[in-house]
């Protein structure tokens, strides 16, 4: 009987250490933070120097130079400033958590295939049955807002801005973009902007913002009025 005891005691501390590991590696699977180390951290260290936030090494650990970027880059982008990089966090990076950076597989000019996708659903919902130089110039606006100092400064970013998009706001965003849309997204980011650097656009038979039409009209393309 002592030993069946001792049996029992044995698998069950093997069975808490067990999922005990499992825990943990699911936590650092899902989220990065304070005292995280590896290749995920030096890939949100590569990101947030590209864009300015970050100014330290890039050498795999999370410290104070890092926690303070990824806070900096969570005010800008309108994130929960918390200093982790979780799900929301990562998606607007535009990296993936668990394993698969975003930069393995580079569609256009360097962009993930998370950020090309979100583009692809933006065209597919503001631009769908336009004209297709109509649809690379959707693309460009959101680039174009992506560049500028008065917009957040990832795909994510622009695209989630509260009220930015009606495709967003409407659910049109969440359609499976077509091929025209994909391939527009591609073009755009490899820097055709039929625009020329405008940040807004409109349809001047549905627009119902005052505000817009202060806008200077740079060019039309289809249904859309490109403005800065």
Same mark, same amino acid.
Request: contains cysteine.
């Given at each position: ?7 029992? +005691?044995? +698998? ?13 590696? +699911? ?7 304070? $005292? ?26 999370? $410290? ?13 982008? =309108? ?20 394993? *698969? ?69 409407? =659910? ?22 039929? *625009? ?20 200077? +009209?740079?060019?039309?393309? =289809? ?6």
């Amino acid at each position: 009987m002592l030993k069946y005891r001792g049996k029992l +005691v044995k +698998v069950f501390i093997l069975t808490l250490v067990i999922l005990f590991i499992a825990a943990t590696w +699911v936590q650092a699977a899902t989220a990065l933070y304070w $005292g995280s180390k590896g290749d995920m951290v030096s890939t949100v260290q590569r990101k947030l120097k590209q864009w300015g936030y970050y100014n330290g090494a890039v050498d795999g650990v999370f $410290g104070q130079g890092t926690y303070n970027a990824v806070v900096a880059f969570q005010r800008k982008n =309108g994130l929960k400033a918390d200093g982790v990089v979780g799900t929301s966090t990562a998606n607007a990076m535009g990296i993936t958590l668990g394993g *698969t950076t975003g930069t393995s597989s580079v569609p256009a000019s360097g962009y993930s295939n998370s950020e090309t996708e979100l583009l692809a659903r933006v065209i597919h919902g503001e631009a769908r049955g336009e004209p297709y130089v109509g649809k690379v110039a959707v693309a460009a606006v959101v680039l174009n807002r992506v560049r500028s100092a008065s917009f957040p400064n990832t795909i994510a970013g622009v695209v989630y801005q509260s009220g930015a998009f009606d495709a967003v706001n409407d =659910g049109q965003f969440w359609l499976n973009p077509d091929p025209d849309s994909w391939r527009a997204a591609r073009d755009a980011m490899n820097g055709w902007d039929p *625009t020329y650097g405008c940040v807004y656009y409109y349809n001047p038979s549905t627009a119902t913002n005052p505000w817009i039409w202060s806008r200077q +009209v740079r060019l039309t393309i =289809g249904k859309h009025a490109f403005c800065i």
